[in-house]
Protein backbone atom coordinates (compact mmCIF):
# COMPACT_ATOMS: atom_id res chain seq x y z
CA UNK A 1 0.00 0.00 0.00
CA UNK A 2 1.54 3.24 -1.23
CA UNK A 3 0.07 6.43 0.55
CA UNK A 4 0.92 9.97 -0.93
CA UNK A 5 -0.53 13.07 0.70
CA UNK A 6 -0.56 16.61 -0.87
CA UNK A 7 -1.94 19.67 0.04
CA UNK A 8 -0.01 21.48 2.72
CA UNK A 9 1.35 25.12 2.70
CA UNK A 10 1.22 28.18 5.14
CA UNK A 11 -1.79 30.31 5.45
CA UNK A 12 -3.05 33.12 7.80
CA UNK A 13 -4.78 31.48 11.25
CA UNK A 14 -8.35 32.02 10.23
CA UNK A 15 -7.08 30.49 6.86
CA UNK A 16 -8.06 27.14 4.93
CA UNK A 17 -6.23 24.03 3.63
CA UNK A 18 -7.62 20.81 1.49
CA UNK A 19 -5.00 18.04 2.33
CA UNK A 20 -5.24 14.91 0.00
CA UNK A 21 -4.41 11.07 0.23
CA UNK A 22 -4.65 8.95 -2.52
CA UNK A 23 -3.82 5.40 -1.28
CA UNK A 24 -3.24 2.68 -4.26
CA UNK A 25 -1.59 -1.33 -4.40
CA UNK A 26 -4.40 -2.54 -2.39
CA UNK A 27 -6.81 -4.60 -3.19
CA UNK A 28 -10.62 -4.88 -1.35
CA UNK A 29 -10.99 -2.13 1.13
CA UNK A 30 -8.80 -0.70 3.58
CA UNK A 31 -9.38 -1.66 7.42
CA UNK A 32 -9.04 2.07 8.32
CA UNK A 33 -7.70 5.20 6.70
CA UNK A 34 -6.48 8.48 8.94
CA UNK A 35 -4.83 11.62 9.29
CA UNK A 36 -2.16 12.33 12.07
CA UNK A 37 0.16 14.73 12.62
CA UNK A 38 3.04 15.27 14.65
CA UNK A 39 4.49 19.11 15.58
CA UNK A 40 8.17 20.02 16.59
CA UNK A 41 8.63 18.52 19.90
CA UNK A 42 5.41 16.84 20.04
CA UNK A 43 4.58 12.82 19.40
CA UNK A 44 2.14 11.97 16.85
CA UNK A 45 -1.51 12.62 17.42
CA UNK A 46 -4.68 11.25 16.17
CA UNK A 47 -6.34 14.03 14.49
CA UNK A 48 -9.55 12.01 12.51
CA UNK A 49 -10.17 9.70 10.56
CA UNK A 50 -12.02 6.62 9.05
CA UNK A 51 -12.37 3.54 11.08
CA UNK A 52 -13.26 -0.26 10.95
CA UNK A 53 -17.12 -0.37 11.31
CA UNK A 54 -17.68 2.64 11.83
CA UNK A 55 -20.40 4.55 9.92
CA UNK A 56 -18.49 8.00 9.06
CA UNK A 57 -15.46 9.72 9.96
CA UNK A 58 -14.19 10.43 13.76
CA UNK A 59 -12.40 13.27 14.99
CA UNK A 60 -10.07 14.40 17.69
CA UNK A 61 -11.80 16.41 20.05
CA UNK A 62 -9.63 19.17 19.22
CA UNK A 63 -10.72 19.16 15.94
CA UNK A 64 -14.23 21.16 17.49
CA UNK A 65 -16.09 20.91 14.10
CA UNK A 66 -13.09 23.06 12.42
CA UNK A 67 -11.89 19.89 9.79
CA UNK A 68 -14.14 17.78 7.56
CA UNK A 69 -12.50 14.40 6.36
CA UNK A 70 -13.95 12.93 3.32
CA UNK A 71 -13.53 9.31 1.10
CA UNK A 72 -13.88 9.28 -2.54
CA UNK A 73 -13.95 5.64 -3.07
CA UNK A 74 -13.76 5.87 -7.24
CA UNK A 75 -10.04 8.01 -6.36
CA UNK A 76 -9.64 5.89 -3.38
CA UNK A 77 -8.87 9.33 -1.76
CA UNK A 78 -9.09 10.78 1.46
CA UNK A 79 -9.65 14.69 1.96
CA UNK A 80 -9.78 16.74 4.97
CA UNK A 81 -10.50 20.12 4.36
CA UNK A 82 -9.44 22.52 7.24
CA UNK A 83 -10.94 25.76 8.22
CA UNK A 84 -10.37 27.92 10.92
CA UNK A 85 -6.77 26.79 11.17
CA UNK A 86 -5.11 28.41 14.42
CA UNK A 87 -1.57 28.72 16.10
CA UNK A 88 -2.23 24.88 17.11
CA UNK A 89 -2.54 23.85 14.36
CA UNK A 90 1.04 23.87 12.43
CA UNK A 91 2.58 20.46 12.17
CA UNK A 92 3.60 17.71 9.73
CA UNK A 93 0.03 15.62 8.73
CA UNK A 94 0.69 12.47 7.81
CA UNK A 95 -1.66 9.89 6.35
CA UNK A 96 -2.39 6.53 7.74
CA UNK A 97 -3.88 3.12 6.99
CA UNK A 98 -4.31 0.01 8.14
CA UNK A 99 -5.11 -3.05 5.61
CA UNK A 100 -5.91 -6.56 6.37
CA UNK A 101 -4.14 -9.48 3.94
CA UNK A 102 -5.35 -12.90 4.72
CA UNK A 103 -4.28 -12.99 8.70
CA UNK A 104 -2.10 -10.42 9.03
CA UNK A 105 -2.66 -6.66 9.32
CA UNK A 106 -0.04 -4.70 7.42
CA UNK A 107 0.41 -0.56 8.83
CA UNK A 108 1.62 2.35 6.76
CA UNK A 109 2.39 5.69 6.36
CA UNK A 110 2.70 8.54 3.94
CA UNK A 111 5.62 11.23 3.81
CA UNK A 112 3.77 13.52 5.31
CA UNK A 113 2.87 17.43 4.18
CA UNK A 114 3.57 20.04 6.24
CA UNK A 115 1.21 22.89 7.44
CA UNK A 116 2.03 25.98 8.58
CA UNK A 117 -0.09 28.96 10.53
CA UNK A 118 0.83 32.86 10.62
CA UNK A 119 -0.66 34.83 13.13
Known amino acids: VQLVESGGGSVQAGGSLRLSCEAS????????IDWYRQAPGKQRELVGGFASGARGPTYADFVAGRFTITWDNSKKTMYMQMNSLDPEDPAVYFC?????????????WGQGTQVAVSS
Open 25 to 32: GYSGSLND
Open 96 to 108: HARYRDFSREYEY
